[in-house]
């Protein structure tokens, strides 16, 4: 058991199944009753994936990638009781700018959710002449004001931390291209404002193990703990039948998160069930969110699977950071610190 402490608030009914009897090595086990979301989950949107979702009061909140029936993704809000039976809205998030004036993204895929102080931010990808990120803010879910977008295109898989550092918003986010990118790293950003970003740094890196040999990006909003960051992200092997895309587990230094303290060198899920090996893009799984409960050490990560619905997979802890740390394997690149 080890001594440390995750920093976050008490969740004393994030969704939970124990480890089944016999799993003995994996660090992470499903949801015996996944797929939590199905196909044609709300009319005109066909299915639901790559989604997050957080703690609301007593209750749960989500947004979530809609694949609309004419194809295009687009981010709908979603609210729940116990975190696994969601009740969607049927029309899209309505994003408005600083003046109240209705401002949609032409599409918008992959949101992730945050809170940081008073606020919650809604982080996504879009077009701006390419895929870029694009980023609003609420305080009750009713009004969503967009802000700026924070990068030049290309870019995805921007997740915010869920508190300033040293002072800055901190962003990490992946820069790529605009297809079905065939290379990728993880960088962080920092922000004063959420307008003006700079101190880019590299955090990780693909290529140095198989599984993520293509490449790699942030999941999940990073849990705070005494020993660092804990982030879920994806990480993609190019295989002759397509990429595939498994569950990866980190610890970034928790005043500077641009040096990787620990980084597990195999996956902590990949896909093996039939609903994420097959659907609209087999043999996926793409981690947006955590529910995670500081007081029992309970993890609940959510994630896309196969392009088509939505999973849940449950971790301990104690045990996922033993097992990181049992497993690490930091490369030079991983460390250094604005060396390039
Ligand atoms: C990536 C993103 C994800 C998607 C994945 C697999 O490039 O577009 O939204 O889940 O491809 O198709």
């Not at 918008?108 to 102080?117: N, T």
């Not at 092997?237 to 498994?246: F, R």
């Amino acid at each position: 058991m080890s001594d440390i402490k995750m920093i976050a608030p008490a969740v004393s009914n994030v969704p939970w199944q124990e480890r089944p009897a016999g799993l003995k090595d994996a660090p992470v086990w499903r949801y015996t009753e996944n797929p939590i979301i199905g196909r044609n989950p709300v009319k005109g949107v066909a299915r639901i994936f790559n989604s997050a979702v957080m703690p609301y009061g007593d209750e749960f909140i989500g947004v979530f990638r809609g694949e609309q029936t004419n194809g295009i993704p687009y981010i709908y809000l979603g609210r729940s009781k116990d975190a696994i039976h969601w009740d969607f809205d049927e029309n899209k998030i309505p994003f408005v700018d600083s003046k109240g004036k209705s401002f949609m993204p032409l599409y918008a895929y992959d949101p992730r959710l945050v809170k940081v102080e008073d606020t919650y931010y809604i982080i996504w990808c879009q077009d701006f002449y390419g895929a870029a990120i694009g980023m609003a803010k609420t305080k009750d879910f009713e009004s969503f004001e967009r802000v700026e977008n924070p990068f030049l295109p290309y870019n995805r898989n921007a997740v915010l931390f869920p508190r300033k550092i040293n002072g800055n918003f901190v962003m990490l986010s992946r820069p790529s291209d605009s297809g079905h990118t065939p290379f990728g790293d993880i960088f962080v950003s920092e922000s004063p404002d959420l307008t003006f970003w700079g101190k880019h740094r590299h955090v990780m890196g693909r290529g140095s193990n198989w599984w993520e040999s293509l490449k790699i990006g942030s999941g999940a909003t990073p849990i705070e703990t005494s020993e660092g960051w804990l982030l879920f992200y994806h990480g993609v092997s190019g295989t002759c039948n397509g990429y595939v895309y498994s569950i990866g587990g980190a610890i970034l230094d928790l005043e500077n998160p641009s040096i990787v303290k620990y980084r597990c060198e195999t996956f902590l899920l990949t896909p093996e069930e039939w609903y994420e090996e097959r659907g609209f893009v087999p043999n996926v799984i793409f981690p947006c969110a955590t529910i995670h409960d500081s007081e029992s050490g309970k993890i609940a990560i959510y994630y896309g699977s196969a392009d088509s619905y939505v999973g849940l997979a449950f971790t301990k802890f104690d045990e996922i950071i033993d097992y990181i740390k049992e497993h690490s394997n930091v490369s030079a690149s991983d460390t250094e610190v604005g060396n390039r």
